[in-house]
């Protein structure tokens, strides 16, 4: 019944195609490509669109709201318990991702949720998701 | 059994790049099955078997099936330093004959030390 607490959580393997995006996330923005050729969104971001191979992909603005679309508890095993989760943002794409900042018994699908980030070891902040 | 003229190479593409400081290796290797597929005319929703070498980031031909978006049947990432790109065609083959696949992408990707 315990609130989560906030555990260690490993860098992020930043390279010069998700750059933008771990820089916006040290600004407190989540970002997401969207497709022009296709006009699908995608995530984790891609240079190339995964639905049509067409490279012409941007970043866009998320509203960093969304609902979980499933979820697990870790108990066993690490040092911390935490929730991981795929989020479903409002721009349609799943997000593999923590749920935080809350009781993690009282975690449940369709649950909606908002963007955080959390600080990481060594690296640039993640988004990570808490009930609304 | 011989499985000689149960499978042909249909495409194939070289990276123009060379020192690819701007790019992630996921994305190298996306830009290679692009350019082959180009050449072979085909679409990426033809393609259901996938190979490739410790070189390709992640968990290999898992992470870049993800990257790609493929709808895989068949995948192998037997690596054995810079022949695993002749065995994966070789298996390729092989598995197309069995049909386990019907077109399969292999990712040949040589990554140089870095400066
Ligand atoms: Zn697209």
New binding site residues.
């Given amino acids: 019944m315990n609130p989560s607490q906030d555990r260690k959580i490993p860098a992020p393997a930043v390279n010069p195609e998700n750059q933008p995006y771990f820089d916006a996330a040290a600004e407190g923005k989540l970002l997401i490509k969207k497709?022009i050729?296709?006009?699908?969104f995608h995530h984790y971001p891609r240079a190339l669109?995964p639905?049509?191979?067409?490279d012409?992909?941007e970043w866009r603005d998320a509203k960093g709201t969304g609902s979980i679309y499933t979820h697990s508890v870790l108990r066993r095993g690490v040092p911390v318990p935490y929730c991981i989760a795929y989020v479903t943002l409002d721009e349609g794409v799943n997000v593999l991702t923590n749920i935080v900042d809350c009781d993690l018994d009282a975690v449940k699908i369709g649950m909606k949720v908002r963007v955080v980030f959390k600080p990481t070891d060594g690296g640039p902040p993640v988004p990570m998701f808490t009930p609304v | 059994m011989s499985i000689k003229g149960k499978a042909c190479i249909v495409g194939a593409y070289e990276h123009p790049t060379r020192k690819a400081g701007d790019k992630s290796v996921a994305q190298l290797h996306a830009e290679v099955a692009k350019g082959a597929l180009e050449d072979a005319g085909l679409a990426k929703q033809d393609v259901d078997g996938y190979f490739c070498a410790g070189d390709a980031p992640g968990l290999g031909p898992l992470s870049m099936a993800h990257y790609l978006g493929l709808s895989l049947r068949h995948m192998a990432s037997t690596d054995t330093g810079g022949s695993s790109y002749l065995i994966h065609v070789a298996h390729a083959a092989q598995a197309i004959a069995a049909g386990k696949c019907n077109v399969a992408q292999e990712n040949d990707f040589c990554e140089f030390s870095q400066e």
Avoid: D
């Fill in positions: 497709c050729s296709c006009g699908e669109c639905f049509c191979f067409s012409q992909t």
